[in-house]
T-cell receptor, first 117, second 111 residues
Framework: GAVVSQHPSWVICKSGTSVKIECRSL??????MFWYRQFPKQSLMLMAT?????????EQGVEKDKFLINHASLTLSTLTVTSAHPEDSSFYIC?????????????FGSGTQLSVL | DAKTTQPPSMDCAEGRAANLPCNHS???????VYWYRQIHSQGPQYIIH???NNETNEMASLIITEDRKSSTLILPHATLRDTAVYYC????????????FGTGTRLKVLA
């Protein structure tokens, strides 16, 4: 089946620094990708919809200047957590759909555990 | 908000069938029901989806009631590796693939 690769799997950073997370669709093109965050023992919360070649659409309450999303190609979306603080520590997950319509489901990456010290 | 409700947790004996219910009473005629599961510290894994007919694949069976207001995911012979959080999601047949996750059911398969 289709594969979504997410990198890095985990990252530790100092407070105030920025962290970039990559999401790649390995064997399909994805004009739309989705970014989620998940706190321990909670469900996935949708943060934003990443659109290839245009601005991302953010969910209510998600700071777009804090969580920068870039979707510059049909196979890559990046999420940058800017000026990270300990409260940004979370599990971040991306997902993507085959934009050529060969599959009626989303594929998810393996997630990135961010710890901000 | 999520359009589905699920019991927070269930236990199942290894080798027995696990039946996970989902209520989606406000589902509309053009909405699919999807099931995913998430094993600890991993991304969600697709299991199965359906519109109105029952579906079966190598992982599970999906039973959708005639009025489509609820469904049941069946894992026919649960193993320890099936221990995970199972999410039932409703998505429009056309348009957005924006999944809204509910709280899911934490299934524990017991040896």
């Amino acid at each position: 089946g289709a594969v979504v690769s997410q990198h890095p799997s985990w990252v530790i950073c100092k407070s105030g620094t920025s962290v970039k997370i990559e999401c790649r669709s390995l064997d399909f093109q994805a004009t739309t990708m989705f970014w989620y965050r998940q706190f321990p023992k909670q469900s996935l919360m949708l943060m934003a919809t990443s659109n290839e070649g245009s601005k991302a659409t953010y969910e209510q309450g998600v700071e777009k200047d804090k969580f920068l999303i870039n979707h510059a190609s049909l196979t890559l979306s990046t999420l940058t957590v800017t000026s990270a603080h300990p409260e940004d520590s979370s599990f971040y997950i991306c997902s993507a759909r085959d934009s050529q319509g060969r599959d009626e489901k989303l594929f998810f990456g393996s997630g990135t555990q961010l710890s901000v010290l | 908000d999520a359009k589905t409700t699920q019991p927070p947790s269930m236990d199942c004996a290894e080798g027995r069938a696990a039946n996970l219910p989902c209520n989606h009473s406000t589902i509309s005629g053009n909405e699919y029901v999807y099931w995913y599961r998430q094993i600890h510290s991993q991304g969600p894994q697709y299991i199965i989806h359906g519109l109105k007919n029952n579906e079966t694949n190598e992982m599970a069976s999906l039973i959708i009631t005639e009025d489509r207001k609820s469904s049941t995911l069946i894992l026919p012979h649960a193993t320890l590796r099936d221990t995970a959080v199972y999410y039932c999601i409703v998505r429009p047949r056309s348009g957005t693939y924006k999944y809204i996750f509910g709280t899911g059911t934490r299934l524990k398969v017991l040896a």
